[in-house]
């Protein structure tokens, strides 16, 4: 079992950007798949971004691609989300997710307590 803990979000004006942080911990990170998903007010979560267990394979919505960016730092077992060119619509709280792939991680269900990103207009 990994135990992750979401930190980094806030808030910002539109256009700005942010870095979020997933630290794990209870599992070999350096095997673990990673996986961001939100949730905003009224709506469903969504998946955001993955990257897989050995960081070279990345995954990302269609909404954040080209703005967001996932990467792994093995030796820290954190995961991050640098979020640039940030929209009001990004506005959600965040969660990270682990597997031991990202087919697993998209089918996550169990969620820490996330962190909020409000983008101001």
């Known amino acids: 079992q990994v135990h992750l803990v979401e930190s980094g979000g806030g808030l910002v004006q539109a256009g700005g950007s942010l870095r979020l942080s997933c630290a794990a911990s209870?599992?070999?990170?350096?095997?673990?798949?990673i996986g961001w998903f939100r949730q905003a007010p009224g709506k469903e979560r969504e998946f955001v971004a993955a990257?897989?267990?050995?960081?070279?394979?990345?995954y990302y919505a269609d909404s954040v691609k080209g703005r967001f960016a996932i990467s792994r730092d093995n030796a820290k077992s954190t995961a991050y989300l640098q979020m640039n060119t940030l929209q009001p619509e990004d506005t959600a709280v965040y969660y990270c997710?682990?597997?031991?792939?990202?087919?697993?991680?998209?089918?996550?269900?169990?969620w820490g307590q996330g962190t909020q990103v409000t983008v101001s207009s």
């Open positions: 997710a682990a597997g031991s792939t990202v087919a697993v991680v998209r089918r996550n269900n169990d």
């Open positions: 209870g599992r070999p990170f350096s095997t673990t798949a």
């Open positions: 990257i897989s267990w050995y960081g070279g394979a990345t």
